[in-house]
């Protein structure tokens, strides 16, 4: 399984799960299938930024910091969106998108096939 | 019949053993030290203008059977075994052969308390590597101890007195079936005993416990209870320097939780990260 | 065939093969006559040191016990209760000997003892003055042991010297004695091959030839009394070896 498909996988897989625990906010619920599937996407666009950055670079410390970077922003983008009660939730989303984002740079550097980068 | 002196019976001692080297192409240097049924002297190739090292055999052994272990170890080729240019009969009827000079030390005295245990480890990586080499050519070394490994000034390693049974061999690394107590004949199981021996030798005191299992493991009374070859044994130790669960030290559920705690702390931390946010917001909505 | 190396070609004094002390006992059932000459020549000098040693007698006291040692050893059947897988034989003859000493010196009853053991030749009296030159620091064991290489290289040298003058290699022999046997200081190589009128590298190839039948001669002489190839290996070893490192 090479880096990219880790990415994928690994993003898809922590998206949900971030997704999933929008549960626990009453006044989300009603929209949870279209976060879940957000969350999934946008886990799995991280998780694929992040793969093509462990190709190209083999350092968990950057790889954990391009991933955080990569998902705070992605979860920004969403985050702009109001909700249908008008709300805004930057915090509930950003703040795990940036935990995700860095979950996620840390396996496509430790998973997954070797980086082209060599030492 | 004259009595001989002190200091005339100690120069005939030492000039009896001298190797006579005429007819052949070296010169004699010296005597740099004792082994494995023989004497092993410094000289020079006077053709090639390089020192070697010539080993000469006691004279009590037949010509021809250290000859054939000469071929055999010369097939043997290597890094970590000593290269052998050249086999002979001194004039005095004592067997040679003259091999690579290898300038650095053996074992036993390049061993010191500050060498690492990553270092030590690699030393018996190396030697391993040639002794796994050998049985995949039916050779058997049958008398593996520290005396027996020289570390070159580059560091690299090397196996020597291959085929000699040692006569006076240190028991601390002779498997029980060669000194016929535990009954068969001895083959490469015999060399594990002996790799494990030397590992416990290399270890410091207080060395971890798996790398002591494993040396137990290969030192085993029965034949069968140790590592089925040398490469198993290579393997175990490379496990445990990567961190993995070794197998001559099987683990509790705890011991294997820790251990993949400790290979995997960077993650575990960022998911605990995570689980930490989502409270941390769970809460706040709370207030 | 090198007549040199053909040990009993040329000279009927040793056997062409000596054979190991066990396959002596063996083959005869009993020590045979040589293999006991044998043992008696190696052995006599460093019994009686040891016993001057050890037990502080006097010439006459140390003579007696030691030719009493070697008879009362043919009698009790010594040589045929020798182990090879316990011990040397040097080592099973000198406690065997301090067995006996202790036994006859506790008794005071030494008697002298002739019996078949030919103790005619050898020279006890002319051991008297050096016999008692032993620095402070000596153990009786390490007088046996010392005194039996000295012993072993005096016997191998008479046989080079024997094997020269039979086969006319009087020159090698001579050349050996002024360089290998001299007792203070040897001679310039240089300058002994010049006083020979020979080139230097002759002088080197004869040393050389001397040296390796030396070693010939104290290999078959040891090899009369050890018991077989693993002892004999274990004995040359013991015997060449020095402690430390040895000079050119």
């Given at each position: 399984?090479?880096?990219?498909?880790?990415?994928?996988?690994?993003?898809?897989?922590?998206?949900?799960?971030d997704?999933a625990?929008?549960?626990?906010?009453?006044?989300?619920?009603?929209a949870?299938?279209?976060?879940?599937?957000?969350?999934?996407?946008?886990?799995?666009?991280?998780?694929?930024?992040?793969?093509?950055?462990?190709?190209?670079?083999?350092?968990?410390?950057?790889?954990?910091?391009?991933?955080?970077?990569?998902?705070?922003?992605?979860?920004?983008?969403?985050?702009?969106?109001?909700?249908?009660?008008?709300?805004?939730?930057?915090?509930?989303?950003?703040?795990p998108?940036?935990?995700?984002?860095?979950?996620?740079?840390?396996?496509?550097?430790?998973?997954?096939?070797?980086?082209?980068?060599?030492? | 019949m004259?009595?001989?002196?002190?200091?005339?019976?100690?120069?005939?001692?030492?000039?009896?053993d001298?190797?006579?080297?005429?007819?052949?192409?070296?010169?004699?240097?010296?005597e740099?030290?004792?082994?494995?049924l023989?004497?092993v002297?410094?000289?020079?190739?006077?053709?090639?203008?390089?020192?070697?090292?010539?080993?000469?055999?006691?004279?009590?052994?037949?010509?021809?059977?250290?000859?054939?272990?000469?071929?055999?170890?010369?097939?043997?080729?290597?890094?970590?075994?000593?290269?052998?240019?050249?086999?002979?009969?001194?004039?005095?009827?004592?067997?040679?052969?003259?091999?690579?000079?290898?300038?650095?030390?053996?074992?036993?005295?390049?061993?010191?308390?500050?060498?690492?245990?990553?270092?030590?480890?690699?030393?018996?990586?190396?030697a391993?590597?040639?002794?796994?080499?050998?049985?995949?050519?039916g050779?058997?070394?049958?008398?593996?101890?520290?005396?027996?490994?020289?570390?070159?000034s580059?560091?690299?390693?090397?196996v020597?007195?291959?085929?000699?049974?040692?006569?006076?061999?240190?028991?601390?690394?002779?498997?029980?079936?060669?000194?016929?107590?535990?009954?068969?004949?001895?083959?490469?199981r015999?060399?594990?005993?002996?790799?494990?021996?030397?590992?416990?030798?290399?270890?410091?005191?207080?060395?971890?416990?798996?790398?002591?299992?494993?040396?137990?493991?290969?030192?085993?009374?029965?034949p069968?209870?140790?590592?089925?070859?040398?490469?198993?044994?290579?393997?175990?130790?490379?496990?445990?320097?990567?961190?993995?669960?070794?197998?001559?030290?099987p683990?509790?559920?705890?011991?294997?939780?820790?251990?993949?705690?400790?290979?995997?702390?960077?993650?575990?931390?960022?998911?605990?990260?995570?689980?930490?946010?989502?409270?941390?917001?769970?809460?706040?909505?709370?207030? | 065939?090198?007549?040199?190396?053909?040990?009993?070609?040329l000279?009927?004094?040793?056997?062409?093969?000596?054979?190991?002390?066990?396959?002596?006992?063996?083959?005869?059932?009993?020590?045979?006559?040589?293999?006991?000459?044998?043992v008696?020549?190696?052995?006599?000098?460093?019994?009686?040191?040891?016993?001057?040693?050890?037990?502080?007698?006097?010439?006459?006291?140390?003579?007696?016990?030691?030719?009493?040692?070697?008879?009362?050893?043919?009698?009790?059947?010594f040589?045929q209760?020798?182990?090879?897988?316990?011990?040397?034989?040097r080592?099973?003859?000198?406690?065997?000997?301090d067995?006996?000493?202790?036994?006859?010196?506790?008794?005071?009853?030494?008697q002298?003892?002739?019996?078949?053991?030919?103790f005619?030749?050898?020279?006890?009296?002319?051991?008297?003055?050096?016999?008692?030159?032993?620095?402070?620091?000596?153990?009786?064991?390490?007088?046996?042991?010392r005194?039996?290489?000295?012993?072993?290289?005096?016997?191998?040298?008479?046989?080079?010297?024997?094997?020269?003058?039979?086969s006319?290699?009087?020159?090698?022999?001579?050349?050996?004695?002024?360089?290998?046997?001299?007792?203070?200081?040897?001679?310039?190589?240089?300058?002994?091959?010049?006083r020979?009128?020979?080139?230097?590298?002759?002088?080197?190839?004869?040393?050389?030839?001397?040296?390796?039948?030396?070693?010939?001669?104290?290999?078959g002489?040891?090899?009369?009394?050890?018991?077989?190839?693993?002892?004999?290996r274990?004995?040359?070893?013991?015997?060449?070896?020095?402690?430390?490192?040895?000079?050119?």
């Amino acid at each position: 399984m090479n880096k990219i498909v880790t990415g994928l996988v690994f993003g898809a897989i922590l998206g949900l799960v971030d997704g999933a625990t929008a549960w626990f906010t009453p006044e989300v619920r009603p929209a949870i299938v279209t976060i879940l599937m957000g969350s999934t996407v946008k886990g799995m666009v991280v998780g694929l930024l992040s793969g093509w950055f462990a190709r190209k670079v083999n350092s968990v410390t950057w790889g954990v910091a391009f991933g955080a970077v990569i998902g705070l922003f992605f979860a920004y983008l969403i985050a702009m969106q109001p909700q249908p009660s008008g709300n805004h939730y930057y915090l509930e989303i950003m703040l795990p998108g940036f935990v995700v984002g860095a979950i996620v740079g840390f396996l496509t550097q430790r998973a997954g096939g070797p980086s082209q980068q060599t030492a | 019949m004259r009595e001989l002196t002190d200091s005339t019976l100690d120069h005939l001692r030492a000039v009896v053993d001298l190797p006579d080297l005429t007819g052949t192409r070296y010169e004699l240097e010296g005597e740099i030290g004792r082994g494995g049924l023989g004497v092993v002297y410094a000289a020079r190739d006077q053709q090639l203008q390089r020192r070697v090292a010539i080993k000469v055999l006691d004279s009590t052994l037949p010509p021809l059977r250290l000859e054939e272990e000469a071929r055999v170890i010369a097939s043997l080729e290597h890094p970590a075994i000593v290269p052998i240019y050249e086999t002979g009969t001194l004039p005095d009827g004592r067997a040679y052969y003259a091999m690579k000079l290898v300038a650095g030390q053996r074992l036993d005295r390049y061993l010191h308390a500050q060498l690492s245990l990553s270092e030590r480890l690699r030393l018996i990586q190396r030697a391993g590597e040639a002794l796994a080499f050998a049985h995949t050519r039916g050779v058997v070394h049958r008398d593996l101890k520290p005396q027996n490994v020289m570390v070159g000034s580059f560091g690299e390693v090397y196996v020597m007195d291959w085929g000699v049974e040692g006569v006076a061999g240190t028991p601390q690394f002779r498997a029980p079936e060669q000194a016929g107590v535990a009954g068969g004949a001895p083959d490469h199981r015999s060399d594990v005993y002996a790799m494990g021996a030397l590992l416990q030798f290399l270890l410091p005191g207080a060395a971890p416990r798996p790398l002591r299992r494993i040396a137990a493991k290969a030192m085993a009374a029965r034949p069968d209870a140790r590592y089925v070859g040398v490469p198993a044994l290579l393997l175990d130790v490379q496990r445990f320097q990567d961190g993995l669960a070794v197998v001559a030290c099987p683990e509790t559920w705890w011991q294997q939780s820790r251990r993949f705690a400790i290979r995997n702390q960077v993650l575990l931390l960022l998911l605990a990260a995570f689980v930490a946010v989502k409270f941390f917001l769970f809460f706040l909505r709370r207030l | 065939m090198d007549p040199d190396t053909a040990i009993g070609g040329l000279h009927d004094r040793f056997p062409a093969t000596r054979h190991s002390l066990f396959e002596a006992v063996a083959a005869a059932g009993t020590l045979p006559g040589d293999a006991l000459d044998q043992v008696i020549a190696l052995y006599w000098k460093p019994v009686y040191k040891y016993i001057r040693f050890k037990w502080r007698m006097d010439n006459e006291a140390a003579k007696d016990l030691t030719q009493s040692f070697f008879v009362s050893a043919l009698e009790r059947d010594f040589f045929q209760q020798f182990n090879p897988e316990k011990a040397s034989f040097r080592t099973y003859l000198r406690m065997a000997l301090d067995r006996f000493a202790a036994n006859e010196h506790a008794a005071r009853n030494r008697q002298k003892r002739r019996g078949t053991v030919p103790f005619d030749a050898l020279d006890f009296d002319g051991l008297e003055a050096g016999a008692l030159a032993l620095a402070d620091t000596d153990t009786p064991e390490a007088i046996f042991h010392r005194e039996w290489q000295r012993q072993l290289f005096a016997l191998a040298v008479e046989d080079l010297r024997a094997h020269c003058q039979h086969s006319g290699k009087h020159l090698q022999f001579q050349l050996f004695a002024e360089y290998d046997l001299a007792e203070v200081e040897r001679p310039d190589y240089a300058l002994l091959a010049q006083r020979h009128g020979i080139p230097v590298t002759s002088l080197n190839n004869h040393l050389a030839w001397s040296r390796r039948m030396l070693r010939t001669f104290l290999t078959g002489r040891l090899r009369g009394t050890t018991s077989g190839d693993r002892e004999l290996r274990d004995e040359m070893r013991l015997l060449l070896f020095i402690e430390g490192g040895r000079g050119q």
